[in-house]
């Protein structure tokens, strides 16, 4: 029978303890923060896509762009388009807020050891 094999990022990384009350604060900060984000990304998106789209096309389409009505493009294009930013911001914003939330966790994992070694 083999024994199992350990890995070395999983023995310098160990998972929080979900039972401090420090991790749990900072692990609802994060998925508050991260449903903010998501929600603001929707309006904008509701906001570029429906509302230039179609609410507001007919006062978007006294513009040009590329040769088409305003409007018109942005029914055709530019919610497509706003959305791929849309996920680029969004992939952005999370990788900013992952890397918050590690060091955070580490901040509390080290802080821990601390107090363990007193």
Known sequence: MTEPTTDAATDRNPPPD???PRVRAAIDRFWRA???TVLVLL?????LGIGCGVLWADWLNRFQFAGQPLGFWFAQQGSIL??????FAYAIRMSLLDARHRR???????????EATR
Not at 43 to 47: I, P, R, T, V
Not at 82 to 87: D, K, P, Q, T, Y
Not at 104 to 114: N, P, Q, T, V
């Open 34 to 36: 991260n449903v903010r």
């Open 82 to 87: 706003a959305f791929v930013l849309l996920v």
């Open 18 to 20: 979900l039972d401090d």
């Open 43 to 47: 309006a904008l998106w509701l906001l």
């Open 104 to 114: 955070e966790l580490e901040a509390i994992r080290r802080s821990g050891a601390e």
